[in-house]
Nanobody, 121 residues
Framework: VQLQASGGGSVQAGGSLRLSCAASGRIFSTFLGWFRQVPGKEREFVAAVRWSTGYQWYGDPAKGRFTISTAQIRNTMYLQMNNLRPEDTAVYYC????????????????WGQGTQVTVSS
């Protein structure tokens, strides 16, 4: 499956964005996830979702502000980001989970190309 992330942009602190991750083929993975990365740092876990049920997991930066969801009829995953902060500035990636821990970047494959999110103060 190929994934394509979109929806990034530039917003002011306190603003909102909704990222989309569209899959080109059938999703066989049990879980999908969102990660983010800034230059010079490792890719950071943001959120994951069980594709079949919508059950969610969140990394610390996302708790209380971000919501991950799925729309199986559209073969798409979303990340609603509210109350954005400058430290949320990063390239956001979506990926399918292969095996291993949900919070571990090495557990994921089929990475999308990423979408830039820039939050100004």
């Amino acid at each position: 499956v190929q994934l394509q992330a979109s929806g990034g942009g530039s917003v002011q602190a306190g603003g909102s964005l909704r990222l989309s991750c569209a899959a080109s083929g059938r999703i066989f993975s049990t879980f999908l996830g969102w990660f983010r990365q800034v230059p010079g740092k490792e890719r950071e876990f943001v959120a994951a979702v069980r594709w079949s049920t919508g059950y969610q997991w969140y990394g610390d930066p996302a708790k209380g502000r971000f919501t991950i969801s799925t729309a199986q009829i559209r073969n798409t995953m979303y990340l609603q980001m509210n109350n954005l902060r400058p430290e949320d500035t990063a390239v956001y990636y979506c990926a399918t989970h292969n095996s291993g821990g949900l919070f571990d970047v090495t557990s994921y494959t089929s990475w999308g190309q990423g979408t830039q999110v820039t939050v100004s103060s």
